[in-house]
């Protein structure tokens, strides 16, 4: 019986695959979020160069990656040379998917 899920799955996959596969060269937006904070509008017309802001999450908590505005995964922040970037920990389920 496993064997036939995972046989279903794997034709779904590989129609969802073919499916997509005219998408490929289509850009989407990726972007990296490490947390959030609320301010009040003095505190953000306020702002400058020298002004530090916290966020809601730790050090050691997930970044949210998100593609086009969804999350889709989370990760952790780690530096690449002389930027950053994001190793992805986890994948995050999307709604109506399975």
Not at 34 to 52: I, N, Y
Not at 64 to 78: F, H, T
Request: charged residues 25%; contains cysteine; proline residues 2%.
């Amino acid at each position: 019986m496993a064997d036939e899920k995972s046989s279903s799955i794997g034709a779904h996959d590989l129609s969802t695959a073919a499916a997509l596969s005219g998408l490929s060269g289509v850009k989407v937006r990726v972007t990296a979020i490490l947390g959030r904070t609320e301010l009040t509008f003095d505190q953000a017309v306020g702002l400058d160069p020298e002004t530090l802001i916290s966020v809601d999450r730790g050090k050691d908590e997930p970044v949210d990656l998100c593609v086009n505005g969804d999350v889709v995964a989370r990760g952790k922040l780690v530096v690449v040379g002389d930027t950053y970037g994001v190793q992805i920990t986890e994948m995050v389920e999307q709604k109506g998917q399975r």
